[in-house]
């Protein structure tokens, strides 16, 4: 972020987390991305006088499904609005006994099955490769758990998120290996999510929200999509008060964090600049702002 910028917290997840109270001066905003269509506006406010930017993943109404999300336009249309620092809301399977439907989990680790999705900013014509192994912000995972205890609300602090792609959910087989990889949920939405946060120097959290335990578990019942929304609605009110608690800690942090992330790109890029296709360096003017600016580069 540029010195004497506002700082934005961004929050992606459902519309529920949007109906704050005190939540003030809200407005949706079309910010358009070089990417393609984000998902949808951003709903641009004041909370307790920090600016926020929310982004319905799905968009209003949850017209968008998880294999067709545009996450390069999401995020790059977060980076557009000024935002630094993102706390992303997640609906997942437990795969675990312990992480029973209702708890809240600060995610640590992914493991990315996905295909078929874009999952980097970069290419031929301009190559960078960032670091990915510790894929979420430790500074923004402090600020959330300080949330929570101050908002007494429960939450488990660290689990390895297995991202597949869907719509349908695992087989029962599939239930069965991912507990063998020692995964702790199971979901669609956060990869390629977290990679391109990291690419475009911003921090990046998941609260995960258990809603079932796939189908691995007899007694429980398979998942249903209506499980799932029931869960959902259960949640939202301690999803609400996370939100509410957490957003001027996390407001508060001054930037760059100690875990690294706003400087991702400062090793990463490979292309020489004199080889880079002109048209990726205009489309990558805010995700790589910073290390382009500090090159000499003007847009």
């Not at 979420?136 to 597949?164: L, N, P, Q, W």
């Not at 007694?219 to 957003?247: C, P, W, Y």
């Not at 996390?250 to 890029?269: M, Y």
């Not at 004199?274 to 382009?292: F, I, S, T």
Request: proline share 4%; glycine share 10%; charged share 20%.
């Amino acid at each position: 972020m540029a010195q004497g910028a506002e700082t934005t917290v961004g929050i992606i997840g459902g519309t529920g987390l949007y109906d704050l109270e005190g939540f003030e001066n809200a407005q949706w905003v079309s910010v358009q991305s070089p990417f393609g269509e984000p998902s949808d506006d951003l709903l641009i406010g004041y909370f307790k006088g920090q600016r926020v930017a929310f982004l319905p993943r799905h968009g209003r109404g949850h017209r968008v499904s998880p294999q067709h999300l545009n996450y390069r336009a999401n995020i790059d249309v977060l980076k557009r609005a000024g935002v630094d620092r993102i706390l992303s809301f997640s609906a997942v399977g437990s795969l675990k006994r312990e992480l029973e439907p209702g708890m809240f989990v600060i995610v640590d680790q992914y493991i990315d099955k996905t295909s078929g999705r874009e999952s980097s900013f970069f290419g031929n014509g301009f190559v960078a490769h960032v670091s990915m192994a510790d894929p979420v912000c430790s500074t923004m995972c402090d600020a959330i758990e300080e949330a929570s205890k101050i908002a007494e609300i429960d939450i488990v602090r660290g689990g390895t998120y297995i991202v597949m792609n869907g719509l349908p959910f695992s087989t029962r087989a599939e239930s069965f290996m991912h507990r063998q990889w020692d995964g702790d949920l199971i979901g669609m939405t956060n990869m390629p999510e977290a990679k391109l946060a990291r690419e475009a120097e911003m921090s990046y959290a998941t609260v995960a929200m258990v809603t079932d335990y796939d189908c691995w578990v007899e007694e429980h019942g398979d998942v249903t999509t209506s499980m799932v929304l029931e869960f959902l609605r259960q949640n939202s009110e301690n999803a609400k008060i996370l939100v509410a608690t957490a957003i001027p800690i996390i407001g508060e942090l001054q930037a760059p964090f100690p875990s690294g992330v706003h400087t991702a790109l400062e090793h990463a890029i490979a292309t020489a600049p004199a080889y880079r296709d002109p048209e990726m360096v205009r489309k990558l003017d805010a995700v790589a702002g910073r290390v382009l600016k500090n090159e000499g580069w003007s847009g």
